[in-house]
């Protein structure tokens, strides 16, 4: 069974993917999959050096992250040209991961709805929280207030996450509140892909 997880800056995603892994189930976070992806000799590494040229590559042909982040940022198209490519590396490798899952493999990835991954998964699950309260946290985690209201406007809204997804998530109390939800959706989860404990 595969699981999509999303949700919006500081709204608990994280918090969530640790429980479904405490919970048995295999977690794969979509950055460090792209992060695999860039090292050499990868199929990442290969695309952004094929788009860009080889001078995004460091001296080990790895992708230099601050190189194509100045090219990304420098051209509006290339961010769109970029995830073209990687979007399809990513759903491919996670692919060949969870055909080595045993039990309900998860994929927890930000921009999963913007990206177009919904529809490859049994259940789509988003975590969500008042914006104010996103902001708050993320401050406490060492942002600027401005830092946080940019990072939460240049994501999707949570009306547009919300459509997509099977079952919200709702992370406005506390963590013990969103644990009994979690609680409750490993358990049916569970009910219809059984896994092993760890």
């Known amino acids: 069974m595969?699981?999509?997880l999303t949700g919006g800056l500081a709204a608990g995603k994280s918090t969530v993917a640790r429980w479904f892994a405490d919970a048995g189930f295999t977690v794969v976070d979509a950055d460090e999959l792209v992060a695999g992806l860039y090292q050499a000799g990868k199929s990442g590494a290969e695309a952004v050096a094929d788009i860009?040229?080889?001078e995004?590559?460091?001296?080990?042909?790895?992708?230099?992250?601050?190189k194509l982040a100045e090219r990304v940022f420098a051209d509006?198209?290339?961010l769109e040209i970029l995830e073209e490519r990687i979007h399809p590396l990513v759903r491919e490798e996670f692919s060949r991961?969870?055909?080595k899952a045993r039990g309900p493999?998860?994929?927890e990835a930000t921009l999963l709805v913007e990206a177009g991954y919904a529809p490859d998964f049994d259940l789509v699950v988003t975590v969500e929280a008042n914006p104010e309260l996103r902001v708050e946290r993320a401050v406490r985690r060492g942002l600027s207030e401005q830092e946080a209201r940019a990072r939460l406007e240049a994501q999707?809204?949570?009306?547009f996450r919300e459509k997509a997804a099977h079952r919200i998530l709702v992370n406005d109390a506390t963590l013990e509140d969103l644990r009994v939800q979690v609680d409750r959706l490993v358990g049916e989860i569970r009910a219809t892909a059984p896994t092993t404990s760890p």
Do not use: I, Q, T
């Not at 999707?156 to 009306?159: F, G, L, Q, V």
């Open 2 to 4: 595969k699981v999509g």
């Open 52 to 54: 860009f040229g080889p």
């Open 56 to 66: 995004v590559l460091d001296s080990n042909g790895n992708v230099d992250h601050a």
């Open 76 to 78: 509006g198209d290339a």
């Open 97 to 99: 991961l969870a055909a």
């Open 105 to 107: 493999v998860v994929l």
């Open 156 to 159: 999707a809204d949570r009306e």
